[in-house]
């Protein structure tokens, strides 16, 4: 198995055959990237999206955080994860032993797709056309911040970090190199846990802290010189 410090590495996942436009800055530190997403209209879902969510933490973050998309919190907010299923990873991190405020936290997609139910807005899943034009800004997070480690919050999550359908059940809880001598650990996305009917809930949650565990060595020390 790879270690925190394995130089084991692999080829940057390839985008579609057809990739977008391409918007994000090739130069620039985190500040510059985060302005001109603000802007990004590679994919239709900016026209019903209040603003584009792009990642927050520290720059030189060793763990990075993935999801799949801002849901309608982050999206009426601005920010990643301060929804319901951001509110549950805060908790899995403390039980983890991992402080928020040490980590990276981004999504695969940077605007909110829904879809509307009553006066509700409801979380659609992002296509293969959206989670290619975002690849961009995710690869430019991924180049500025090089954490040691990515977690791969979620299906949608690991397809954008590895190029392909990755299964969770088979894959998650453990190390796997990725491009730039990083690795990644693919888990469930804390929304996942919202959905399970209660009985089931504890046993899926104590498995969620226990994949998050694998990450908390790489969090000590998290502002590298």
Partial sequence: MPTPNSPERKRAPRLPKQAPPRVAPDEGDLDDVRVAAH????????????????????????????????????????????????????????????????????????????EPRGKRRLHKKPGEAEIGACHQWLERELELVAP???VALGATAARALLGRATPIEANRGRLMPLHGGMQVLITVHPSYLLRMPDTAREEAWRRFVQDLRIAAPFAADSRRA
């Fill in 39 to 114: 802007d990004c209209k590679a994919c239709p879902l900016w026209a019903n999206a209040t603003q584009t969510v792009f990642g927050e933490g520290p720059e030189q973050a060793r763990i990075m955080f993935v999801g799949e998309q801002p849901g309608d919190q982050e999206d009426r907010q601005g920010h990643p994860f301060v929804g319901p299923a951001g509110q549950l990873l805060d908790r899995a991190l403390r039980a983890a032993g991992i402080e928020r405020g040490s980590v990276y936290l981004t999504n695969a997609v940077k605007h909110f797709k829904w």
């Fill in 148 to 150: 040691e480690l990515v």
